[in-house]
């Protein structure tokens, strides 16, 4: 019983000992809490070891929604783009700002490929103690922050004009956003691709009547070459443009799958409301329309690909100019007899004069 007492006494004045030092060594200021200051190699190991089993404890029970939704995907990166640039870049942005200056310094999420995304989920909805990264969970609601997972899995690899073309902007540009879904639950922001101010209908429609030097023609071409685009599927969009460009009724229909959504001038149509009311209205806003392609992009996406564009165009529309920076994203499925498009979202802004 006496060494049972003399071995609690001991354990009491190494712990008091202990917390002693622990102590005076806080409070000496010895260490260094800069962020431009590395930790101490075991410090680092400690850290880290605590990060990953205490994320690894955490995300056992978080039920994956299904990460292939092209809409989810493109939402993902219109977020992404506004709040994660800055911190792990974006295709074609090798560094920032702000990244040098981070300590531990944030993974570059476009070479980061397999990522779990129960992981990718836990982190981003709560955040990383001692860290940059927020609790975007505090401002964000489960659907949105599952975008940004279903785009991270695909970010890997992905050129800057795919990511343009899905609505990813370059940090700079980013300093004034509105994040995608915060409107509804998966419903894009920014001025319709519809009905505008001036009642216009800005769709994209190819690069008729312009000259192969022009340098946003050339990024088209080169788009095609990306290891997961579908040039063929490409290929459908660019005949969907031609066919509204020069009012083609016959071939638009057909280039839209029977159960088509159609989502322009905050409307979201069918296929048969479409022919009856709205695809006239594009057509005739097209026809003497000067298109000018800014860049496209396209993704496999298992049995369906997603293709996004951007143009610029210039028209007139009841006497008065127009001139809008159109936004196009196309799901396409692949049938017997070619590419199909299954969903259409349009987006217009203004051009700056």
Same mark, same amino acid.
């Given at each position: 019983?006496?060494?049972?007492?003399?071995? @609690?006494?001991?354990?009491?004045?190494?712990?008091?000992? +202990?917390?002693?030092?622990?102590?005076?060594?806080?409070?000496?200021?010895?260490?260094?809490?800069?962020?431009?200051? $590395?930790?101490?190699?075991?410090?680092?190991?400690?850290?880290?070891?605590?990060?990953?089993?205490?994320?690894?404890?955490?995300?056992?029970?978080?039920?994956?929604?299904?990460?292939?939704?092209?809409?989810?995907?493109?939402?993902?990166?219109?977020?992404?783009? =506004?709040?994660?640039?800055?911190?792990? +870049?974006?295709?074609?942005?090798?560094?920032? %700002?702000?990244?040098?200056?981070?300590?531990?310094?944030?993974?570059?999420? #476009?070479?980061?490929?397999?990522?779990?995304?129960?992981?990718?989920?836990?982190?981003?909805?709560?955040?990383?103690?001692?860290? !940059?990264? $927020? !609790?975007?969970?505090? #401002?964000?609601?489960?659907?949105?922050?599952?975008?940004? &997972?279903?785009?991270?899995?695909?970010?890997?690899?992905? #050129?800057?004009?795919?990511?343009?073309?899905?609505?990813?902007?370059?940090?700079?540009?980013? *300093?004034? /956003?509105?994040?995608?879904?915060? *409107?509804?639950?998966? =419903?894009?922001?920014?001025?319709? /691709?519809?009905?505008?101010?001036?009642?216009?209908?800005?769709?994209?429609?190819?690069? =008729?009547?312009?000259?192969?030097?022009?340098?946003?023609?050339?990024?088209?071409?080169?788009?095609?070459?990306?290891?997961?685009?579908?040039?063929?599927? *490409?290929?459908?969009?660019?005949?969907?443009?031609?066919?509204?460009?020069?009012?083609?009724?016959?071939?638009? @229909?057909? +280039?839209?799958?029977? %159960?088509?959504?159609?989502?322009?001038?905050?409307?979201?149509?069918?296929?048969?409301?479409?022919?009856?009311? /709205?695809?006239? /209205?594009?057509?005739?806003?097209?026809?003497?329309?000067?298109?000018? $392609?800014?860049?496209?992009?396209?993704?496999?996406?298992?049995?369906?690909?997603?293709?996004?564009?951007?143009?610029? &165009?210039?028209?007139?529309?009841?006497? %008065?100019?127009?001139? &809008?920076?159109?936004?196009?994203?196309?799901?396409?499925?692949?049938?017997?007899?070619?590419? @199909?498009?299954?969903? &259409?979202?349009?987006?217009?802004?203004?051009?700056?004069?």
């Amino acid at each position: 019983m006496k060494n049972h007492q003399r071995h @609690l006494l001991a354990a009491g004045i190494a712990i008091g000992v +202990l917390a002693i030092g622990i102590g005076g060594f806080v409070w000496s200021g010895l260490y260094n809490i800069g962020a431009d200051d $590395p930790h101490w190699a075991p410090t680092r190991m400690l850290i880290d070891n605590l990060r990953e089993h205490s994320i690894g404890a955490r995300m056992v029970d978080v039920a994956v929604p299904n990460l292939e939704d092209p809409q989810r995907i493109r939402l993902g990166a219109v977020n992404y783009s =506004a709040m994660c640039t800055g911190c792990h +870049l974006a295709p074609g942005v090798e560094d920032t %700002e702000i990244r040098p200056g981070l300590y531990p310094m944030p993974p570059n999420l #476009t070479t980061l490929a397999n990522q779990d995304p129960k992981r990718s989920f836990w982190i981003i909805k709560h955040g990383i103690k001692m860290s !940059a990264m $927020p !609790a975007w969970g505090k #401002t964000h609601t489960d659907d949105q922050i599952w975008d940004m &997972v279903a785009f991270l899995q695909k970010l890997p690899g992905m #050129t800057p004009t795919q990511y343009a073309a899905l609505g990813g902007k370059p940090p700079a540009e980013d *300093e004034d /956003h509105m994040h995608a879904g915060m *409107e509804d639950e998966h =419903a894009g922001g920014g001025e319709s /691709h519809g009905e505008s101010e001036q009642d216009g209908h800005a769709h994209e429609a190819g690069d =008729a009547g312009h000259e192969a030097s022009d340098p946003a023609a050339s990024t088209i071409s080169m788009a095609g070459l990306a290891a997961n685009a579908v040039p063929a599927a *490409e290929s459908a969009a660019k005949a969907f443009h031609e066919a509204l460009k020069r009012g083609d009724r016959q071939v638009v @229909l057909a +280039l839209l799958a029977p %159960e088509v959504v159609i989502h322009e001038g905050g409307e979201t149509q069918s296929r048969e409301a479409y022919a009856a009311s /709205h695809l006239n /209205h594009d057509i005739a806003f097209l026809k003497d329309a000067d298109i000018r $392609p800014v860049d496209i992009g396209s993704m496999a996406m298992g049995d369906t690909a997603m293709v996004g564009s951007r143009s610029q &165009v210039r028209t007139t529309h009841h006497g %008065e100019p127009v001139a &809008v920076l159109s936004s196009e994203m196309l799901t396409l499925k692949k049938a017997p007899n070619g590419w @199909l498009i299954t969903q &259409v979202d349009w987006v217009s802004q203004p051009l700056q004069p």
